[in-house]
């Protein structure tokens, strides 16, 4: 076994420290090393806080981050289990290293890391006090449904869903609901994802502006299922909601609806995507954590995907060609420059009633889709007449 640092070495780390003032840098990390290697007990934390934040440096540079990360994680695992922090600081590391892999494209060695979270699956309780910490959790059920291993996802879903519930405030709730009742849809399991969504992101008494949203994809959740019924009902709550918007201060909810709105349109492409073929990660479409690439990679897909609609002679395909690449810009722009959706939306709802005036025996749903896409996102913009005339006109196609 190597010797110790030297007093010298140990007394220039302290001081290093000391007048880092928090500050992380190269000098102050090799200093950790030293005081850690020296007093293990007192230092181990701290060497690993230390490794995660230089590291972030890197995030731009995954083969250099990942060196850092993978000595975070060794050195985390040493930490005493009684420390406080020792749950978050573990965990984020694994994370850290797993997505890494993800980003340097080595998906099968990310899901061996992810697997490694297994013997720390008790531990999620104990992180109720790092709150900062506890998100990197849910990269694992995200990597696994982009996996298609949808079973296993849920199980992780449900585990988070009880966790966030037990907290007194939960920001992640509503991307977790989205998480698990997506992969519930992929497992036909519908009758728990009416009943997960309803009891979490749709509240009947609440007339805030992403409660349109809840209901919209709720009763898309309710067609999925073979529902119409339940679907035209939920449909008619939403247009009462709509018509109650005006009536409301809107300060600070746009940005909020333009969040939800984003999410349900994702999760409601899915049925429209082709089957993968080509053996990387598929998109997880309720996801909020995307694995690093995915998303990047699902906007850039919006050009192909417009120009092989434009090729398209007019009927179904091109509608549904089109929406998927609408989807795809709405949800690179629908939070930053709404403006830019107008039009995409706008040639949706034309190309529908195109394929409508041809005849097509599905142009009448694919037109009620298009038309309850842009009262959403006129209902985002404000233009709450715009929104509420397209609403109606879908529920006309869909009760007739």
């Not at 102050?28 to 934390?45: E, I, L, Q």
């Not at 939800?260 to 990387?280: I, K, M, Q, W, Y």
Request: with cysteine; proline share 6%; aromatic share 8%.
């Amino acid at each position: 076994m190597a010797d110790g640092p030297d007093d010298i070495a140990i007394d220039y780390a302290r001081g290093t420290l000391m007048s880092a003032r928090g500050e992380v840098t190269e000098r102050t990390v090799n200093a950790s090393r030293v005081m850690a290697r020296a007093f293990p007990d007192s230092y181990t934390t701290g060497l690993v806080t230390q490794l995660l934040k230089h590291s972030g440096f890197f995030r731009d540079h995954a083969e250099l981050r990942l060196p850092l990360i993978e000595e975070a994680v060794v050195a985390a695992r040493q930490i005493k289990d009684t420390e406080p922090t020792w749950p978050g600081l573990v965990i984020e590391a694994i994370v850290t290293q797993a997505r890494c892999l993800q980003t340097l494209g080595r998906s099968a060695d990310a899901m061996r890391v992810f697997a490694e979270l297994e013997q720390y699956r008790g531990l999620r309780s104990r992180l109720e006090r790092f709150p900062p910490h506890k998100n990197h959790w849910d990269a694992w059920p995200t990597a696994l449904a982009e996996s298609s291993r949808h079973a296993e996802a849920v199980e992780l879903w449900y585990e988070a869903l009880e966790y966030e519930r037990a907290l007194s405030y939960s920001a992640g709730l509503p991307w977790i609901v989205l998480e698990l009742t997506d992969a519930l849809e992929v497992l036909g399991r519908f009758d728990e994802a009416v009943a997960v969504f309803s009891a979490h992101l749709v509240s009947k008494q609440s007339k805030y502006g992403p409660d349109l949203c809840s209901l919209v994809h709720l009763a898309r959740i309710h067609q999925a299922a073979g529902n119409p019924a339940a679907r035209a009902a939920t449909l008619d709550e939403a247009c009462a909601v709509l018509s109650t918007l005006p009536r409301h201060d809107e300060s600070g909810r746009p940005v909020r609806f333009m969040a939800a709105l984003n999410h349900f349109l994702v999760c409601s492409t899915r049925a429209d995507e082709p089957p993968r073929t080509d053996g990387e990660p598929g998109y997880s479409y309720g996801s909020y954590w995307w694995s690093p690439g995915l998303r990047p990679r699902f906007h850039a897909e919006a050009e192909t995907l417009l120009a092989e609609a434009s090729a398209l002679p007019h009927g179904p395909d091109r509608v549904i060609r089109h929406r998927r690449a609408t989807v795809r810009l709405a949800s690179e722009f629908l939070r930053h420059r709404p403006e830019r959706l107008a039009e995409p939306f706008d040639e949706g709802v034309g190309l529908a009633e195109e394929a409508l005036c041809g005849g097509s025996e599905a142009a009448p749903e694919l037109l009620a889709r298009a038309l309850l896409d842009r009262a959403q996102y006129r209902a985002t913009r404000q233009d709450f007449g715009g929104a509420a005339t397209d609403f109606t006109a879908a529920l006309d196609l869909i009760k007739h």
